[in-house]
């Protein structure tokens, strides 16, 4: 069975959705940001010993295209 993630949740729904699988496979609870001031952190998590988890969701129609072009930025100012 194929899921289209795409058409089935807007931005902010999607984001949701990954935090919400990774706070119950992990156990944590991620703390979450307001859109447009988490500087494109979506999650975090940070345990009493100072261990971090960042987490970032991204819903991309063409996952493929946004990883290569991402791949050409980064060996343009690498």
């Known amino acids: 069975m194929s899921y289209d993630f795409y058409h089935a949740f807007s931005p902010t729904e999607f984001q949701n ?11 944590i609870i991620l703390e979450s940001f307001a859109e447009g001031r988490d500087m494109g952190i979506d ?6 010993d100072g261990y971090t988890i960042i987490f970032q969701a991204k819903k ?9 072009d991402n791949a050409h930025r980064e060996n343009k100012t690498g």
Not at 17 to 27: L, S
Not at 43 to 48: E, F, I, L, P
């Open 60 to 68: 991309k129609k063409c996952w493929r295209q946004y990883h290569e």
């Open 17 to 27: 959705f990954a935090r919400d699988i990774i706070q119950i496979k992990e156990h």
């Open 43 to 48: 999650g975090r998590y940070v345990a009493k």
